[in-house]
């Protein structure tokens, strides 16, 4: 299983990114994928995620500003994020978990002030 990930840059406050995390070698059914980050000095942390099912949860930290969704033709899950602020900055990881855990390499989000 690879995760390959994209999306990630600097971005003004207030601005918006669109995170991809593109799976591969692995069966599209019966699965959790995670979008998590971590901050310098920070541990990681879940900022949200989707089941096969269609079923997502969001930290409350970015409740109301980012969505996670999925693309089954491109087997693609996205995260994205608007209003971004400050604190958003961190190293963004997808994670998938299918009999195990999969993550992906990371991609950096910086936001500027």
């Known amino acids: 299983v690879q995760l390959a990930e994209s999306g990630g840059g600097l971005v003004q406050a207030g601005g918006s990114l669109r995170l991809s995390c593109r799976p591969s070698g692995f069966s599209f059914d019966d699965y959790y994928i995670g979008w998590y980050r971590q901050a310098p000095g920070k541990q990681r942390e879940l900022v949200a995620a989707?089941?096969?099912?269609?079923?997502?949860n969001y930290a409350e930290s970015v409740k109301g500003r980012f969505t996670i969704s999925r693309d089954n033709a491109k087997n693609t899950v996205y995260l994205q994020m608007n209003s971004l602020k400050p604190e958003d900055t961190a190293v963004y990881y997808c994670k998938l978990t299918q009999r195990g855990d999969y993550w992906g390499q990371g991609t950096q989000v910086t936001v500027s002030s």
């Open positions: 989707i089941t096969s099912g269609g079923r997502t």
